[in-house]
């Protein structure tokens, strides 16, 4: 499994994980969607006035964790810890565009301008995959 593998898997068949950041103290988890994906990253969106895009800002790195499988032993795990990168505004239409369902939570301009797009990069993927014997472990650095 390459990074981009991984990649695609949490975009188009895990999307919502759970991500932990930190402001310095303590962690912070919170459920977050990815909205697309390419060979050097992961795309996320988020409020400017949510306490996550603060912690974003203040400390650009993030460790998220997305889980698939019917149950325990047919699940695939993947974590990807990385550094964050503010891309603002003007990749929210691109990624409204790969996500529809946004527009139902954010239906005009006005609202979809409290967004701001992050680009997750350069960081480390790890893979426990259950589904398969012996279980499969992997490290990717990208």
């Given at each position: 499994m390459t990074a981009r593998d991984c990649f695609e898997l949490l975009t188009h068949k895990i999307h919502t994980?759970?991500?932990?950041?930190?402001?310095g103290g303590d962690p912070v988890t919170c459920a977050i969607d990815i909205m697309d994906c390419d060979d050097g990253g992961l795309y996320i969106l988020t409020a400017k006035s949510?306490?996550?895009?603060?912690r974003l800002k203040a400390r650009?790195?993030?460790?998220?964790?997305?889980?698939?499988?019917?149950?325990t032993m047919s699940s695939v795990a993947i974590t990807v810890r990385g550094k964050v990168r503010e891309i603002g505004e003007s990749a929210v239409p691109r990624l409204f565009q790969?996500?529809?369902?946004?527009?139902?939570?954010?239906?005009?301009a006005r609202s979809q301008s409290a967004l701001s797009a992050?680009?997750?990069?350069?960081?480390s993927i790890?893979?426990?995959?259950?589904s398969v014997k012996p279980i499969e472990t992997r490290h990717i650095e990208w």
């Open positions: 994980v759970v991500a932990a950041t930190s402001d949510k306490n996550f895009y603060r650009p790195t993030i460790s998220l964790t997305g889980v698939c499988g019917r149950d790969k996500n529809r369902y946004m527009y139902e939570i954010y239906p005009d992050f680009y997750i990069c350069e960081g790890d893979v426990f995959d259950l």
